[in-house]
């Protein structure tokens, strides 16, 4: 079955400091994809990647960046984090073949800016 | 731009009745239909995609969807729903022609009485 991991799984962080958030699967799947989940808004794709070394901007990439560094692992970085990043979020793995794309997410990450 | 519409954000029912979660999408061209499922504190979990041919497809839990390109739906349906459905519902949408990107609506929130 399809396995997608984040860590950690909470963090709490101060405006202004450092935040990574790591995302790991073993589906052997090309494209990875980071999303934030808040109220009213749904799911907004923030980066996504297509395999190692390769990193795309989503509709709202603006205060993040993403690192792919090997098939499994796709990275969520907040240089300076802002209270308004305060969200859920998620990665998630998808192999797209012919016109499906089924996605498999991970648990989420429940991040606080203070 | 394609886009999604759940036109509900909170739908209840009692344990055994009939439920529809409504979906609508705004796209002129083939597209690429899903439904989600996530239960509280978790990410989320496919249920089922439509892309051509029947346009009823079945999904997991005896979940259904209906594709219907003259009203632009796609909407979920379960003959009996059960407590453990209680849970918010995505549509997503994807034009199958250029863009791999999925776009969510905003979700449902289902609740089952028992």
């Known amino acids: 079955e399809a396995a997608v991991t984040q860590s950690p799984r909470n963090k709490v962080a101060v405006t202004g400091g450092k935040v990574t958030l790591s995302c790991n699967q073993t589906?052997?799947?090309?494209?990875m994809y980071w999303y934030r989940q808040d109220t009213g808004h749904g799911l907004r794709l923030i980066h996504y990647?297509?395999?190692?070394?390769?990193?795309e901007k989503g509709d709202i990439p603006d205060g993040y960046k993403a690192s792919r560094p090997s098939q499994e692992n796709f990275s969520l970085i907040l240089e300076l984090a802002t209270p308004s990043q305060t969200s859920v979020y998620f990665c998630?793995?998808?192999?797209?073949?012919?016109?499906?794309?089924?996605?498999?997410f991970g648990p989420g990450t429940r991040l606080l800016v203070l | 731009t394609q886009t999604v519409s759940q036109s509900d954000a909170h739908v209840t029912v009692f344990e055994g009745d009939s439920v529809e979660l409504r979906c609508n999408y705004s796209?002129?061209?083939?597209?690429?239909l899903s439904w989600y499922i996530q239960h509280h504190g978790h990410g989320l979990q496919f249920l089922l995609k439509?892309?051509?041919?029947?346009?009823v497809v079945q999904g997991v839990n005896g979940f259904e969807a209906e594709f219907s390109k003259s009203d632009s739906s796609f909407h979920l349906r379960k003959a009996s729903v059960h407590w453990s459905d209680s849970a918010v519902y995505f549509c997503?949408?994807?034009?199958?022609?250029?863009?791999?990107?999925?776009?969510f609506g905003s979700g449902t929130q289902l609740t089952v009485m028992p």
């Open positions: 589906n052997n799947h090309n494209n």
């Open positions: 796209y002129g061209g083939s597209i690429y």
């Open positions: 998630a793995s998808g192999d797209l073949t012919g016109f499906q794309d089924t996605q498999y």
């Open positions: 439509y892309y051509s041919g029947n346009p």
């Open positions: 990647s297509y395999g190692a070394g390769s990193t």
């Open positions: 997503a949408v994807r034009e199958s022609s250029g863009s791999w990107q999925l776009i």
